[in-house]
DNA sequence: CACCTTGGATAGCCGCACTATCCAGCACTT
DNA sequence: AAGTGCTGGATAGTGCGGCTATCCAAGGTG
């Protein structure tokens, strides 16, 4: 198909497409002659995958180009691929070492992954991400011990062997390469709007009067 | 203290906190004089929670500005106070109505809600939220039926019930809707970053090689 | 009294994600 | 065979968000 039906199908205008192709998210399609070229239903598809990365999963342009073509080098084998494109995900600003805030988050990191029996270093993007989270709560005197993080941690590692299990049902390599990345960005805004939505749930429980049926109201939404 | 003075002590510039100043993210300070201005604690702790929204929640400066005036917006009660500013809190593009994957979204949040016992309202931004988020997994064809759901809806139920009890924990009305904010918007990078480093964790055990002690290897942090 | 700092106002910068304009080469109609 | 309208590629421009730099006059300081 031509530029303008890859447009219209996945609704990209053309000129983004041009961009994405300028800026290598999407490879060339193949060339008929000197002024046309010819789309597949892979650029479909892998288009539509960019574009929920980019839209849904709030990832920057040039790391969604990192992390697509850490999921096609066939230069490494299935797991450094899925730990390269996992790790070139956005995660946040790196702690600030001159903070001694920071200090603490680090110890209280290490001491959740020791309670929880987990090995990740602390090199690792989503270690790094962890720190910075935690360091911001001590700094505001927020508490952050063992009791609440465990929880939290026990939590996730249900996730993730839920999730696994679901990446683990697709069979080629590439094919669970892309569920693998899709399923860990595009699951987060869900698991997220699942967490706030249980807040206003669980706070119309416990604070509204009984003839209230829902959660309290909201404003207008920003976009 | 003088502005150099909260620069100092908040690391953060004071060419940016006076632009915090000018979009009202900070309240002015105590005028002394026509030239000088009085700061005093309360503006060191607020100034450190716009930086932690800001920096580590990535939240826009404009929807901080809007979530912090409804925390402290004493027109309104406690749970309408809550609900305005969890409200505000960004909550990814509007789904797109013309694509039919957008209503299968629907049905299923509907039917997620409807399994789960909840009642929040579809034009809650979360909820609207977890409709994108749906939509988009459709439309790359990635199954998402109430066997993959329900599961992440009972965790998140847990996540709030937790949350709210440590919310509880606080007493002045105020302080506790700072933070509910603080702990709605700071706890979800946590729990991202500890789903990820439980992925990388069970992701080894799962597939690396008996030798290997930790997790695969991933590429240098982006910032 | 000379000098330095402060807070306020204004304008500028940078990165990012697009978007608009041009252009020459096809391809399809008539 | 000639017009006409699309095609893909290149280049420059736009709008926005989050700062950052410069200037200024009024105060404070030694």
Same sequence: chains 1, 2.
Wanted: with cysteine; proline share 8%.
């Amino acid at each position: 198909m031509r530029l303008a039906e890859l447009s219209e199908r996945s609704g990209v205008s053309t000129a983004t497409i041009k961009y994405y192709l300028r800026e290598g998210l999407l490879p060339p399609g193949d060339r008929i002659s000197t002024t046309q070229a010819d789309y597949g239903e892979e650029h479909l598809r892998r288009l539509r995958l960019v574009r929920a990365l980019i839209q849904v999963g709030r990832i920057p342009v040039a790391t969604a180009r990192e992390v697509l073509s850490a999921v096609s080098d066939d230069t490494l084998d299935q797991n450094s691929r899925l730990g390269s494109a996992v790790g070139a995900l956005p995660h946040g600003p790196a702690p600030d070492e001159s903070d001694p805030a920071t200090a603490t988050a680090r110890r209280t990191a290490a001491e959740l992954q020791r309670r929880l029996g987990w090995t990740v270093p602390p090199e690792y993007p989503a270690c790094r991400m962890l720190v910075a989270s935690l360091a911001a709560l001590v700094r505001l005197g927020y508490p952050c011990g063992m009791d609440r993080l465990l929880p939290y941690g026990r939590l996730a590692e249900r996730l993730a062997s839920h999730d696994l299990d679901l990446i683990e049902e697709f069979e080629a390599p590439t094919t669970q390469l892309e569920a693998a990345v899709a399923l860990t960005v595009l699951y987060e805004p869900m698991l997220l709007s699942l967490r706030r939505m249980a807040h206003a749930q669980e706070s119309a429980r416990r604070f509204a009067p009984p003839g209230e049926a829902g959660p309290g109201q909201n404003r207008e939404p920003g976009r």
